[in-house]
């Protein structure tokens, strides 16, 4: 009978959610991390299926013992990698992004019969060997990050495994399973991420061409939320025709969209201001007609649980035409924007009505 090696990769850490924002924001991060496990795939293992945080794959072309344990450690790095960039890039403070660092990623890996099971067109590997790996998922071994290999695992590899594995037991449906796991938890202490310069632009030591402020009622996390997340942009940014976005990853620092205008495009980025305050958010542009850069920063602070000032700081840095036009194009930036924040109250009204229907 052919053989296969079977390899599982699974994501654990997120704290349980209690809102719709972050239970969105835990998929986008999980599938993003997913993904990034699938392109570190250097021994071209066959996807039968993802199963919630975990990915269950399959080879008939046994790999080397070494070519094993590297992909495992570049999946671990690269994985470390991300959720550290993530870290630092995030502008959203919900449980999942919050805890985006506290990710962890184990590896199972069974070697076994390859049988498999036919419904319509799916086929996929069935048996009593897929079921082994599974039952290891729920385990207590006692670090956090390891690879797991079953005793038949260990046996294929037993002339190259070193004293650094450790074996133990668990039951299951009364049979004492054996398995062997050694500790991966350095290699995410040794991660070093290379880090980018955050400061897109300069403007938070710079003085705003352009002020405004008012007090909008609405809880100030809602606020943020309509503000940052793309998809309610159309709610209170009429402007815009069309917002193009990926609506399958988290809006953070360095992301970009693209606003489809009646007439032309401008293609903004994500950027932050220095400052530590959890509800600032910002853009970019170099597409704005008569301006060389075009950066705005909305800064929220809670004057109680239903009220929000919000500050708009506006910085235009005008070519040569655009300083001729300064005075109008302040007066037209000025009515915009005033425009925006009296949609954005409007929206907020909106949802409010809607959720105590």
Known sequence: MQKALYFMPDISGFTKFVNNTELEHSIHIISELLELLLDSNSLELELVEIEGDALFMFTSKIPGYEALLNQTTTMLEKFHKHTKNYERKRICNCGSCRTTTNLELKFFVHYGDLTFIKVKTFIKPYGREVIKIHRLLKNQIPVSEYILFTDDTYNLYKNEIDETWVKSSEMYDLLNVAYFYKNL???????????????????????????????????????????????????????????????HKVNRIGAEHNCVLNMGNLKFETITDSSSNDFIYGENTKDMMFTKNFSYFIELHKIDEHKTAVKVSLFLELTTIGTFMKSTMIKTVLKVWNNKLEQLQLALKNKNQLQNQ
């Open 185 to 247: 938890e350095s290699i995410q202490k040794k991660v070093q991420v290379e880090f980018e310069n955050d400061n897109v632009n300069g403007t938070e030591n710079s003085i705003p061409t352009l002020e405004i402020e008012k007090i909008i009622d609405g809880d100030i996390q809602n606020v943020y939320t309509f503000i940052s997340e793309l998809k309610y942009r159309h709610l209170w940014d009429k402007d815009i025709k069309k917002l193009e976005f990926d609506e």
